[in-house]
């Protein structure tokens, strides 16, 4: 099993900046894909950016440029720095860990992300 814990989520003015941070636990692999997805209210959960053990990144095209997606493979820990927020950035956000060996994703327990205009 693996345990994931996530901070840094508020209450933002449109244009700053947060940063979230998820440090995984328990029986982890060395070799996985972790990343972060996002749902607001009403609508599906939805991919936001993942890094691979390796450091290959993959973003949604509505954060390109504004949110930097990274790892620190000694801590298990991923961050995801957010630039330039908008309103549409609001929504609930997911740390995910993908293990290879095993097949199989874990899920953070969502920390709330919310811009005002």
């Known amino acids: 099993q693996v345990q994931l814990v996530e901070s840094g989520g508020g209450l933002v003015q449109a244009g700053e900046s947060l940063r979230l941070s998820c440090a995984a636990s328990?029986?982890?692999?060395?070799?996985?894909?972790m990343g972060w997805f996002r749902q607001a209210p009403g609508k599906q959960r939805e991919l936001v950016a993942t890094?691979?053990?390796?450091?290959?990144?993959n973003y949604a095209d509505s954060v390109k440029g504004r949110f930097t997606i990274s790892r620190d493979n000694a801590k298990n820990t991923v961050y995801l720095q957010m630039d330039s927020l908008k309103p549409g950035d609001t929504a609930v956000y997911y740390c995910?860990?993908?293990?290879?060996?095993?097949?199989?994703?874990?899920w953070g327990q969502g920390t709330q992300v919310t811009v005002s205009s």
């Open positions: 328990g029986r982890i692999s060395s070799i996985n894909r």
């Open positions: 890094i691979t053990s390796d450091g290959t990144t």
């Open positions: 995910n860990v993908y293990q290879y060996f095993e097949s199989r994703q874990y």
